[in-house]
């Protein structure tokens, strides 16, 4: 029904991935796998929907507390998730990161600890650290391919008097883990046991593959817990702006509400972005499954391609994400001179794994969120690059 093929030109759009390039590569002849938008236009049932709400006319302040809006967040969670959700305890933001630093000032001092598994987001670091609290990190560990959590060494950590917040990615980012809600039990009633409170980023909760199911927070949350996020990622509406979230404590929602409209003077939310997610709740869904099958098989091509160059790589996708967390340790290429060649020469920007941590150096992020055809000419640069380092 949908064809995701198509090449869509997003040069000359103010585009981050494509025309701002070289903030961080250095160059601005560099075939994009970035930052995680996706180069396919949004499903047409929101096209359709924001045509229509500009037609009218009139873009005047706009409320998201309506049943319009909350309707559709309950009947998506219980259509994907088979969840049912409490719209009474919902809020709203301009982003998740930005409900994340809210979230982080109400429930944290300066100096106060903020436990995350890493390697991390490269957003969490930035929003722990440039709001003076310390990130304690909880490395993820890797066995058969598969990632896991040592939660012995996380209930070390959320032990520490100083630690007040579990910044949880789930799915997480940027391995691609789907944590399974047995993992999450144990970690509620470990965040529980040592009055930790939650905050929960569940961007990429529409992103699973296979078997895997996304269990959302509030099956499993005990202590006062925040799920934040948006269809952002997956409709490909990030520019839009528009976040939402739930907040279980009513103490903490009125002190987040307090910060979002007196403090920060955000009492209204982009009129275009809540019609875009009620559009997608609504009507998206099977946009959304032919997208999951294509960027699967774009992970699928990924695998293929870098196994029977590297064997020795036996690189498996991702159980959830559009973001290829490719470990290439058993190949002993330097990252340094691994993105010298991947830009200089092959003209490609993929992003390096130190982005993400100390724990991701030795590994590459390839964003496969576009047509097939940039796919493979980003995996066959990338193999090219490495077949110049390998010994």
Known sequence: MFD????????GTWCTQWDYIADRFGANDLLPFTISDMDFATAPCITETLEKRIAHGVLGYSRWQHEDFLGALRHWYAKRFNSAIDTDTAVYGPSVIYMVAQLIRLWSQPGEFVVTHTPAYDAFYKVVLGNQRQLLSCPLKQKEGEWYCDMAHLEALLARPQTKVLLLCS????????????????????????????ISDEIHMDMTWGEHRHTPWNEVGKTPWALLTSASKSFNIPALTGAYGFINDPATRDAYFLQLKSKDGLSSPAVLAVAA???????????????????????????????AAFPQLNWKIPQATYLAWIDLRALAVDDQALQRILIDEEKVAIMPGFTYGEEGRGFVRLNVGCPRSKVELGVQKLISALNKLVK
């Open 171 to 198: 799915p997480q980012n940027p391995t691609g883990k789907v944590w399974t809600q047995a993992e999450l039990h144990i970690m509620a009633e470990l965040c529980e046991r040592h009055d930790v409170k939650v």
């Open 277 to 307: 997610h009620i559009a997608a709740y609504r009507e998206g869904q099977p946009w959304l499954d032919e997208l999951r099958g294509y960027l699967q098989a774009n992970l699928e091509y990924v695998a293929h391609e870098l196994n």
């Open 4 to 11: 995701f093929s198509k090449t869509v030109d997003r040069h």
